[in-house]
């Protein structure tokens, strides 16, 4: 409602009480305090990742074999972001190859005919999320999808 509510940030201005410091998501414009090392709302981090980490982030979705390394090394327990994409990417590709695996299993002649129809389908956008998450990793975004984003969101 008012112009002093935008989200413009003045570094010079405030006090040295950081802990009372208002900042605003430059994702939604969600406001929360300035320690906040995300968004509460849209997830966006509030802190400059590191390039190296928003790479492995990317990487984790080329298939669940690097995201659950990811999971598994002890020195990338504490990185929320990066262990955010490595769940999202191990759920994703989870329910991939559960889907793959049960048309396989249920293939008849007319059944085979309409998973192979899925199967293009299913990779093809398989491929294209792949390519949308890698790069919002790459960004340095922590995007949610439906469903996956929550659940990854809940596990460590
Ligand atoms: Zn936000």
């Known amino acids: 409602m008012a112009g002093e509510l935008s989200n413009s940030q003045d570094p010079a201005a405030g006090g040295g009480n950081p802990a009372e410091a208002k900042v605003a998501c430059p994702h939604c414009g969600t406001g929360m305090p300035a320690s ?24 984790a979705y080329f298939s669940f074999v690097p995201a659950a390394v990811l999971l598994l090394l002890p020195g990338f327990r504490e990185h929320r972001f990066l262990r955010f994409h490595a769940w999202q990417s191990v759920l994703i590709w989870g329910v991939f190859f559960v889907l793959t695996v049960a048309a396989l299993f249920l293939s008849n002649v007319a059944a085979a005919m309409a998973f192979l129809l899925f199967g293009i389908l299913a990779s093809l956008a398989m491929l294209f999320l792949w390519i949308v ?3 919002k990793a790459w960004q340095g975004e922590r995007f949610e999808l439906p469903l996956f984003g929550a659940l990854a969101g809940r596990l460590r």
Do not use: E, N, T
């Not at 906040?36 to 990487?59: E, K, T, V, Y």
């Open 133 to 135: 998450l890698s790069i």
């Open 36 to 59: 906040a090392a995300f968004c509460p709302a849209c997830g966006w981090s509030m802190r400059p990742i590191a390039a190296s980490d928003r790479a492995l982030a990317a990487l």
